[in-house]
């Protein structure tokens, strides 16, 4: 289905707010730490264009986005209404621009086609044919095939372990400003999926496993009696987070698919408050590093933290 028809003067706004992005997976035969060699060479264009895709609780958009800047600051495009599925449906689109992270804001007004929703990312890619053939090679499912939207490209991708994201390209290219603070990709596993899925994330990413701590603090996530494996990555993609359990969380861990890093937790908890934001979890610290989770109007939850254990 082609979409390019749609109404040119959305385009401008369309332009930044349908951010889409994916990822891929790889051959199980690589070390996980190896970026073994693809076919096509590394289409990640910055961290900047990694936007989280937020699902809100129809109607609550505005509220979405007014806390999240009164928290973070930041900018955010004219909403429009658009579809951004391969097959009919509507929402209200809107990209907020902040110095923590790009988000894609979607208020669906009709039901969301499967598997949207599940998508935790949007990867800009510099050469979208060649990222959805790297993905391929690196071991990932297709799972929604390349389609056209109404400024450009995109396709659903999984990783082993059920990891879904989006690639996307535009047909202008799209221009941000650089973040301050590069957010993590939280990513939760069982230790079944974690070999098979670190393997084709890296090999994807071309990125490097900066820690792996096989007896981490369980109070980060929740279960402060145990110890779970926290492999900490670094990728031209941007943070990666990945938390290998069993399963037996707490809520709201594991609900969270993005964190961001804060220089002051307790102040921006305060400020998360006032401008109608609930905390969750925490603040909790351990090994220099002090953490929280947040739910934000419209349901999106987020984990917030202050120091860097990476």
Not at 108 to 115: I, L, S
Not at 120 to 136: E, Q
Request: proline share 8%; charged share 20%; hydrophobic share 40%.
């Amino acid at each position: 289905m082609n979409k390019r028809k749609a109404m040119v003067r959305l385009l401008p706004a369309l332009l930044l707010v349908v951010s889409v992005g994916g990822f891929a997976a790889p051959s199980s035969a690589a070390s996980p730490n190896t970026a073994a060699r693809l076919p096509e060479a590394n289409t990640a264009v910055g961290p900047q264009y990694d936007t989280t895709h937020v699902y809100v609780t129809p109607g609550t958009m505005d509220a979405f986005v007014t806390c999240w800047e009164a928290i973070f600051g930041g900018t955010n495009t004219t909403k429009v209404v658009t579809d951004v599925t391969p097959t009919p449906s509507t929402t209200v689109s809107e990209l907020v621009l902040s110095p923590v992270g790009t988000l894609s804001v979607f208020d669906f007004r009709t039901p969301v086609p499967y598997p949207f929703g599940a998508e935790r990312t949007g990867w800009l890619m510099s050469d979208f044919d060649k990222g959805v053939r790297r993905a391929r090679a690196s071991g990932a499912d297709v799972v929604v095939a390349p389609f056209d939207d109404p400024i450009g490209r995109d396709a659903v991708v999984q990783f082993p372990g059920g990891v879904n994201a989006q690639l996307y390209w535009h047909t202008k290219a799209p221009t941000y400003a650089p973040l301050e603070t590069v957010p993590d990709n939280r990513i939760y596993l069982t230790r079944d999926s974690a070999r098979a899925f670190l393997t084709s994330y890296l090999r994807f990413t071309g990125g490097r496993i900066v820690s792996d701590d096989r007896s981490a603090d369980g109070g980060q996530i929740g279960v402060p009696a145990e110890t779970y494996r926290r492999v900490a990555i670094s990728s031209p993609f941007g943070n990666t987070v990945v938390s290998v359990t069993d399963g037996h969380l707490p809520y709201p861990f594991g609900r969270e698919t993005t964190g961001y890093a804060v220089t002051d937790l307790a102040s921006t908890l305060h400020r998360a408050e006032v401008a109608g934001a609930k905390v969750l979890w925490g603040p909790y610290s351990s090994r220099g590093r002090a953490s929280a989770m947040v739910q934000f109007p419209g349901g999106y939850v987020a984990e917030l933290h202050e120091g860097d254990d990476r």
